[in-house]
């Protein structure tokens, strides 16, 4: 079965770095699009950006442009967000989900993985 | 990027009421458009696909219309199930957008 597993929560102080890793299985890891959604708390979705992990491109929502980086290791079947300068509207979880294109060019992401919880504290 | 504005941010609503939510685009986007469904702590899921084209699955109770910059979805007779929140998810540029969500509560 289609699964992906995030990495654990992470409590970071404003300036810093954070990675966050979405590990696939049960697919071919190199056949569908990851994106990455954020969510802060009760508050809505916003889109950050794709990747596809056959061939490393990437495409990032202007807000993100310059302090995101999407990456990913194909040995391990692994997509990896890093988001850099960290701030306090940061603090959200941050969501990796497989996009397929089974109704054509309309993208379904069809597949989420549990979230990470990011907390941007001092 | 595309902006998406969707209203209302929220309603209340009673069982069997006809529901309607709107999405506007800051451009044309074709139909290059889904809605989403999510329930607390849960992963979105999508309701309609090509702005008017019901998901596999999905009951015939939700529809969706428009094209270019104005989209509409509506819920023919809300179910309890369907107490949620809605999002609108354009993917014309290569750079996608939702909207803000509607959240559907019991009235």
């Known amino acids: 079965q289609v699964q992906l597993v995030q990495s654990g929560a992470e409590v970071k102080k404003p300036g810093a770095s954070v990675k966050v890793s979405c590990k696939a299985s049960g697919y071919t890891f190199t056949s569908y699009d990851i994106n990455w959604v954020r969510q802060a708390t009760g508050q809505g979705l916003e889109w950050m950006g794709w990747m596809n992990p056959n061939s490393g491109n990437t495409g990032y929502a202007q807000k993100f442009q310059g302090r995101v980086t999407m990456t990913r290791n194909t040995s391990i079947s692994t997509a990896y967000m890093e988001l850099s300068s960290l701030r306090s509207e940061d603090t959200a979880v941050y969501y990796c989900?497989?996009?397929?294109?089974?109704?054509?060019?309309?993208?379904?992401?069809?597949?989420w993985g549990q979230g990470t919880l990011v907390t941007v504290s001092s | 990027d595309i902006q998406m504005t969707q209203s209302p941010s929220s309603l209340s609503a009673s069982v069997g009421d006809r529901v309607t939510i709107t999405c506007r685009a800051s451009q044309g986007i074709r139909n290059d458009l889904g809605w989403y469904q999510q329930k607390p702590g849960k992963a979105p899921k999508r309701l309609i696909y090509a702005a008017s084209s019901l998901q596999s699955g999905v009951p015939s109770r939700f529809s969706g219309s428009g094209s270019g910059t104005e989209f509409t979805l509506t819920i023919s007779s809300l179910q309890p199930e369907d107490f949620a929140t809605y999002y609108c998810l354009q993917h014309n540029s290569y750079r996608w957008t939702f909207g803000q969500g509607t959240k559907v509560e019991i009235k």
């Open positions: 989900a497989r996009v397929s294109y089974s109704s054509g060019w309309y993208p379904h992401f069809d597949y």
